[in-house]
């Protein structure tokens, strides 16, 4: 198995065991009346779902995402960003730091 379907499958086990922590205290909600024993139940649910998801970070290399399908960048969009980036500093950042330098020294 590629590291690429490794990760995709992380993703969707957390991605279950999340659906199913939340339907576990939906589920305590609607048959437990709000008390005390329902917030340590809560809080039971809490830290079995937070100890997964340290597990599947250490062991597995989890990185916090559940969606394999959208990417971050387009190349399109990086080569925006960059053009953007190297077009907008430059010339008028030094303008900025002069003019910034002039008003701290006559102040």
């Known amino acids: 198995m590629s590291p690429y379907d490794v990760l ?12 199913k922590t939340i339907n576990a ?22 830290d079995d779902f937070q100890k997964r998801v340290v597990k599947e970070v250490k062991k597995n290399g989890w990185d916090g995402k559940d969606d394999t399908v959208k990417l971050q960048w387009s190349f399109a969009g990086a080569l925006l960003y960059a053009v953007t980036v190297v077009t907008t500093i430059g010339k008028s950042q030094q303008h900025y730091t002069f003019q910034l330098l002039a008003f701290t020294e006559s102040s």
């Open 8 to 19: 995709k499958c992380v993703q969707h086990n957390v991605s279950d065991f999340k659906n």
């Open 25 to 46: 205290i939906a589920g305590l909600h609607a048959i437990e009346p709000v008390g005390e024993n329902f917030r340590n139940k809560v809080r039971d649910i809490v």
